[in-house]
């Protein structure tokens, strides 16, 4: 099996260009994630490397397949010079190594949740997984792996999280698109939700 990593390098700079930055966090029992950082105009995104390196596994199978299974990467855009959101890191990073240390499947529609501001001062602890294929479009991998997708990651308020816990994912992009919220914006307040 090739190694997957680098097509997934590749069509990130690819998509988003060079990045100007890139970070390591390894936890204990899990492979290395990277985060890179690239910059256009005045949005900087992350996105990570390395979650896709092995298939998300159903966390109730016996033996986890070292093939078949989705792959995915995460990426977080958000507006440059607003807010310390270089500190997100290490929130991607332990969003990414989820499916390796808890055995989740990251998929559209699923919030994850890190406990803690997202950055210093974020009002954000959480993310709403989007759809993929708009930004960095899927990359197909040789049979019978998986493709990689790269699902964005939009910052949730604690109120907006649980929100959609009750009303669902669509509902709350539906509130979002509605209110015309600049879901970029690093320091925005919560979509009215009543």
Excluded: C
């Excluded at 998509?15 to 890179?36: C, H, M, Q, S, Y």
């Excluded at 994850?112 to 501001?117: A, K, R, S, T």
């Excluded at 708009?134 to 999280?161: C, H, I, K, R, S």
């Amino acid at each position: 099996m090739a190694d997957v990593l680098p097509l997934v390098e590749a069509r990130l700079r690819t998509a988003l260009g060079e990045p100007d930055a890139r970070a390591a966090v390894t936890f204990l029992g899990t492979d290395r994630i990277e985060v890179l950082r690239f910059h256009e105009g005045d949005i900087v995104r992350y996105a990570t490397l390395g979650m896709s390196a092995a298939p998300m596994g159903d966390p109730t199978a016996m033996l986890a397949d070292p093939v078949k299974g989705p792959r995915a990467e995460l990426f977080l855009s958000v507006r440059a010079g607003l807010a310390d959101t270089d500190k997100v890191l290490r929130a991607l990073a332990v969003l990414a190594a989820s499916p390796q240390v808890e055995g989740v499947i990251v998929a559209p529609g699923a919030s994850l949740d890190v406990g803690e501001p997202l950055w210093p001062g974020a009002p954000f602890t959480s993310v709403l997984v989007a759809e993929p294929g708009g930004l960095v479009e899927d990359l197909e991998l040789d049979e019978p792996m998986d493709p990689v997708q790269f699902l964005p990651l939009l910052p949730m308020t604690p109120n907006e999280a649980a929100w959609k816990r009750v009303h669902g994912a669509q509902a709350l992009q539906e509130r979002w698109l509605t209110n015309g919220t600049d879901l970029r914006d690093p320091s925005r307040k919560s979509v009215p939700l009543e």
